[in-house]
């Protein structure tokens, strides 16, 4: 089983950048792939980036690609979304969520364990 702890969000003006830390607990996080969804106010949570348990595969929606990059360091049981040039649209609560296993998932209803969300505002 793992914990997650989102971290990092905060007010941020269009065209600035963020940093969300995800730190798992647990001993086997190179076991898990990750990613990161994102629910904005009236919306449903979507899809924003996913990384395989290695750390050597990433998928992106198309929606932040170029902008966003999803990282990890398993030594630190770790996970990282850097958040570049962002949109007033990127508002949003932003979850990290863990898959036991390997691939690289998009699928949310995949994802066993989630964060309790970080919240990131972008004003115009």
């Known amino acids: 089983q793992v914990q997650l702890v989102e971290s990092g969000g905060g007010l941020v003006q269009a065209g600035g950048s963020l940093r969300l830390s995800c730190a798992a607990s647990?001993?086997?996080?190179?076991?898990?792939?990750m990613g990161w969804f994102r629910q904005a106010p009236g919306k449903e949570r979507e899809f924003v980036a996913a990384?395989?348990?290695?750390?050597?595969?990433?998928e992106y929606a198309d929606s932040v690609k170029g902008r966003f990059t999803i990282s990890r360091v398993n030594a630190k049981n770790t996970v990282y979304l850097q958040m570049n040039s962002l949109k007033p649209e990127d508002t949003a609560v932003y979850y990290c969520?863990?898959?036991?296993?390997?691939?690289?998932?998009?699928?949310?209803?995949?994802?066993?364990?989630w964060g309790q969300g970080t919240q990131v505002t972008v004003s115009s």
């Open positions: 647990g001993r086997t996080f190179s076991a898990y792939a």
């Open positions: 990384i395989s348990w290695s750390g050597d595969s990433t």
């Open positions: 969520a863990a898959h036991y296993g390997p691939g690289l998932i998009a699928d949310q209803n995949e994802y066993g364990y």
